[in-house]
Structure formats: C-alpha cells, structure tokens
C-alpha cells in the first residue's frame, strides 16, 4: 500500500468507526468494529514504522500534516495500545450495560483514539493546540462512565484542570507565534519554529516557554499540577486508564519535547534547568504517594506521574545519549503501564475492590490476575530483564557521561524508593493473607485475559530483543528529537 495512503487512513479508521457508531442498533458491532479498526491501524503503522525506519518525512500537507521517525513512533504506540484496550474493553462493558451506554463508550474510545493520532501528525503549532485538547474533551465522558458519584467528580477535576492548562498553554501558542510574527516568518511547525528561535525577542519567548510548560504540564502529570490524574485514573474503566497514562499522557509530552528543540535554540531561557528541576520534584513527590497509597490503581496512576519526570530528566541532558534514553524510556513506559492497568482492572473485576488491603492473598484467587499484577510491577518499577530496566539505565549513563551527576543521583535514588513501594504493594496483593469475610471472587472474563496476554509479550520481549526496523526507527526518532 502507498505510505501516503496508510498514513491517512491511520486517523479515519477509528473516526470511521466512531461514526458508524452513531446508528442505530450499531452496539451489536461496537466492540467487533473498534477491535478490527483498531488492528488495521496498528498494522498501517507498523508499514509506516517500517517506511521511516532510516529517516526522513512523509509529507501528506506541507507544513500541515507531516510525518517523521519519531510521529511514526508516537503512531505505532497508540495504535498498539488502543488494540490492546479495544480487545479488554469488550471483556471489561459487559451486557450489564444499556445498549446506549455500550454505543457512547465505544463511540467515546474511538474519537478519543482518533485525537490522539492527531497529535504527532500535526506540525503546526496552533491545530496541534486544538488535537491535545480535543484529547480531553473526548475523554471526558469515558472517565465518568460508571456514572458513581466518585467518577463524576474525577472527571470534573480532570476537566477543570486539564482546559485551564489549556488556556495557560494557549497563551503560550500565541505568544510564541507573535515572537515568530516579529521575525517575518510565517512557517508555525516544529522546523520553522527552531530556525527562527535565535531571532525571535526573547522576553516573548521567555513567556511563551512559562506558559507551555504549565499549560501542557498540567495535561502531562507533572508535579504540583498533577492532583486530577490519581482522581481519574482510579475511577475510569481499566481500557481507559491504560490509554489515559499508558499514551494520552505521552503524547502530551512529546509536544513539550519537540518544543524543548524550540527553546533550546535561546540559552537564556534555560529550558534544561527547568526541565530537571520538574522532572525531580515530580518523580519526589511521585515515589513518596506510591509508598502510602491504598488504591492499585491510584498506585500506577501515581508511577505515571513518577515516569513522565523521568523522561523529563532525561531530555534535560540535552545530549544525544539522552534523547536516545528518552526515547526508549517513552516506548518502555506505554507498553508496560498499559500492561500495569489491564492488570488493575483484572484485579478489580476479580475482586469488586480498589482497596490493596481487601485484595491480599490473590495468588490464590485468580492466579492469571497475580501473575500479571506481579509482572506488571516488576516491569514498570525497573527490575531486570524488562524493558524499563534498560531505558532507566541508559538515563542513568546519559546524566554520568554529561556530568550531572547531582540530577542523576537524586534520579537513581527517588527510582530505588518507588522499585521498593510498588513492589510492596504488588507482594502483599499477590501473597498476604486474605482479607477476612469478603465476598466471593469472580471469573475473570475470557477476552481480559486474552488482551493481558497480548499486552504482556511487548513488556516481555523488550527487554531482551528489539526488532531491527524498531531499533533503527528509535535512533531515528532520537536524532529528530535532537535536532
């Protein structure tokens, strides 16, 4: 198939379903149609991947709608992750639910993919400023949907939150485009922005960088505007939780990284300064509620926090070892804290609570659901052989051989607190006695463990292979992140 084509098509297939979706009598196909969509979309994306495996752009809309090695990285990860979750979500909305609440969720899952894919095939500044929002507006629904009081009030928060960064970073958007206005240029991309960054005034681009960094740093996580996320993620469905912190997060952070390109260029404004000094107070504050929380899902709600400052930390180096890191460390970290939900949410299913104290002794409940409660955590607080081991450990060498020592030691040290409170958590879950006079434990549906099954073989396989047309679109997409 022409590249141009399955670029394209990306984006409509899950647009497609979502309108197929507003028919009538349509949730007899909801989930077959989002899980066929989904899996052609991964498919295009890997053809992409595999296109721009060497470098270079696929242009679709000049300096519109673009394509480079690491949007097609960001691609194939939504496109992965919204297949897993498609799959878990017709095991996890069962028949309980009204015909009417099964078309909005499945309806809701696909434009919020759909807005998602959006984002890393936009160059321009001001559509991509449209795209993240979107992303929020569209998930809005799914954050509430059991329709509890508690859920209600989570996507509220979420909401509020989240669009008063958006009116904080649109600020940002607009400012920079006047700096960019000053130089009489007109090119508003990610390139255009970066060859006239050394030009532009720097009072407004000082302000334009504030401004970005609060507004999408409220979307991202990042500490101390990251109150909505544990609030969400412990009341939306599973499927919705691993595309809230396993993707919809990430993609927020590669605007402010290919913004960090942009300021780079004006040394005044500081932007690695600032970008270490975020990333650790929120990988701090991170690994500190990850030791005393009592919710699994507010536990790697709270590691996606801890994970986004530590990306964060590794683009502060600014080197090419630490943008390679950085990179590994996005793709390491939405495989596997996807993985971490689908595993939450089979815990919950299994045993109709949140609480970490009432699940004690799941080992011999739901065996499927330990093992991948386990593995999961393993996985995502950095233990060898997993995928997240590697990339923490490249960030490591990255912060030694650039001398930062102090940023790299304080990083090493807040990943050894939270390897040791989520495995304490994951231990008593899996092994501590039973909760006494609790209520039976369910079955865990069939297509939940299939989907844990899907989801767990990129988390297993990372660690220890990478595919060749992978690995290459990594250093590819390290060296666009560098510029």
Request: charged share 10%; with cysteine; proline share 4%.
């Amino acid at each position: 198939m022409n590249m141009h084509v399955a670029a394209w098509l990306i984006p409509a297939l899950p647009l497609f379903a979502a309108l197929v979706l507003a028919l009538p009598r349509s949730e007899r196909v909801a989930s077959a149609l989002t899980i066929g969509c989904s899996v052609v979309s991964f498919g295009l994306s890997i053809a992409v991947m595999c296109g721009l495996q060497m470098g270079g752009v696929l242009v679709l809309i000049a300096h519109w709608v673009e394509v480079d090695s690491l949007s097609a990285l960001l691609l194939l990860l939504i496109t992965l992750i919204a297949t897993t979750a498609a799959i878990f979500s017709a095991g996890y909305i069962g028949p309980e639910h009204s015909a009417l609440r099964t078309r909005l969720y499945y309806a809701n899952f696909n434009l919020f993919v759909f807005s998602m894919l959006s984002i890393p095939l936009t160059v321009e500044l001001g559509l991509v400023w449209i795209a993240v929002e979107l992303t929020t507006l569209l998930s809005i629904l799914l954050v509430s949907f059991s329709g509890t009081r508690e859920a209600l009030e989570a996507a509220w928060k979420y909401m509020v939150l989240t669009l008063l960064g958006a009116t904080v970073a649109v600020l940002g958007v607009l400012m920079l485009f006047w700096a960019l206005h000053v130089t009489g240029s007109t090119d508003f991309t990610w390139t255009g922005l970066r060859v006239a960054a050394s030009v532009m005034p720097l009072a407004l681009v000082k302000t334009a960088f504030a401004l970005l960094l609060i507004g999408y740093g409220a979307k991202i996580g990042l500490v101390p505007l990251h109150t909505w996320l544990p609030d969400a993620h412990s009341q939306a469905p599973a499927p919705v939780c691993a595309l809230l912190s396993g993707i919809e997060t990430t993609v927020v952070l590669y605007v402010l990284l290919r913004l960090r390109g942009v300021f780079l260029q004006v040394p005044a404004v500081h932007v690695q300064a600032w970008f270490a000094v975020l990333g650790l107070i929120s990988v701090g504050v991170a690994v500190l509620l990850i030791v005393q929380t009592h919710d699994f899902k507010r536990l790697f709600a709270f590691s996606t926090v801890e994970h986004m400052g530590i990306v964060l930390v590794a683009a502060s180096f600014a080197t090419p070892l630490g943008d390679a890191a950085a990179v590994w460390q996005i793709l390491a970290h939405a495989v596997t804290k996807s993985f971490c939900f689908y595993a939450a949410g089979s815990a919950l299913l299994v045993s109709g609570t949140r609480s970490i104290a009432d699940v004690t002794g799941l080992l011999d409940k739901s065996k499927i659901t330990a093992a991948a409660l386990l593995v999961g955590s393993l996985a995502i607080s950095g233990a060898p052989p997993f995928a997240v081991f590697l990339s923490e450990l490249a960030i490591f060498r990255a912060g030694i051989v650039s001398q930062h020592y102090l940023v790299t030691g304080l990083l090493a040290a807040f990943i050894v607190i939270g390897f040791f409170g989520v495995l304490f958590h994951a231990g008593n879950m899996a092994f501590g006695r039973p909760a006494p006079g609790r209520r039976a434990w369910l079955k865990l549906p069939v297509l939940c463990g299939i989907a844990l099954g899907i989801a767990a073989l990129p988390v297993i396989v990372l660690g220890a292979w990478i595919p060749l047309a992978l690995a290459r679109l990594l250093l590819h997409s390290a060296a666009v992140l560098g510029g």
